[in-house]
């Protein structure tokens, strides 16, 4: 049994090809694509209401440098977002909860703006990894801890949003199991576990959309240290 738990988190494969890409691909073809009318549906309205909305919050904290890192910041927030909501789904496959994918959304846009840093700042982008006044001895050191920490930081973004999603569909899995076994036994308890199921899914939708915002809120504060 414990062993089904985790088949949720395997990629599925078809003929023994790998169906994470159309997985991927999935939520850029629910977005409706934009009309040259004067004017729009709803639900375009509610597209570029939801775009202006993200681009707004992420470019906020940046200057007229950072502007140009809208497309790919709201892309990637929009890509996070409905690919988590998805994965709530009955009989779906969250591509989020595998490490791999998001350390290889993590490492190279974290590179990126490290690359953006010593190209357009390089003294301070160095000088990050000494704080002024530190006494002499401990120099070696403190740029040891700090390169260390610069260096762990596409580990923890990919890391953190893999285990919050993980946790959560697990929970739901044994909470949703244990409703189904203790239904012919005892249904009252079974109604219990239904009602916290039900609260537990209304708190993971809230964490899908929370953890795509972190994800990109934290990869704009490493770009507004190197601009």
Do not use: C
């Not at 078809?14 to 549906?41: E, Q």
């Not at 140009?68 to 591509?95: C, D």
């Not at 260390?148 to 890391?159: D, K």
Request: charged content about 5%; hydrophobic content about 55%; overall charge positive.
């Amino acid at each position: 049994m414990n062993l089904s738990f985790f088949d949720q988190f395997s990629s599925p494969s078809l003929l023994g090809i790998p169906l994470i890409l159309i997985a991927m691909l999935l939520p850029a073809l629910l977005l409706p694509s934009l009309k040259n009318r004067w004017i729009t549906d709803r639900l375009s309205t509610l597209q570029l209401w939801l775009i202006n909305l993200i681009t707004k919050q992420l470019m906020i904290p940046l200057g007229k440098k950072g502007h140009k890192w809208a497309l790919i910041l709201t892309s990637l927030m929009l890509f996070l977002l409905f690919t988590n909501l998805l994965g709530l789904l009955p009989y779906t496959f969250t591509p989020t909860t595998q490490l791999s994918m998001n350390l290889a959304l993590a490492f190279p846009l974290w590179l990126a703006t490290l690359l953006t840093g010593l190209r357009n700042q390089p003294s301070i982008s160095l000088a990050h990894l000494l704080p002024e006044g530190t006494p002499t001895p401990l120099i070696p050191a403190l740029i040891l801890i700090e390169t260390t920490s610069l260096l762990i930081r596409p580990l923890a973004l990919g890391v953190r949003l893999t285990a919050n999603l993980t946790a959560g569909h697990l929970l739901i899995q044994l909470i949703s199991t244990a409703t189904t076994v203790l239904f012919s036994t005892m249904p009252t308890i079974s109604l219990l576990t239904l009602m916290i199921l039900f609260l537990l899914t209304l708190l993971e939708v809230a964490v899908a959309m929370i953890q795509a915002y972190v994800f990109v809120l934290l990869l704009s504060l490493y770009l507004q240290e190197n601009i």
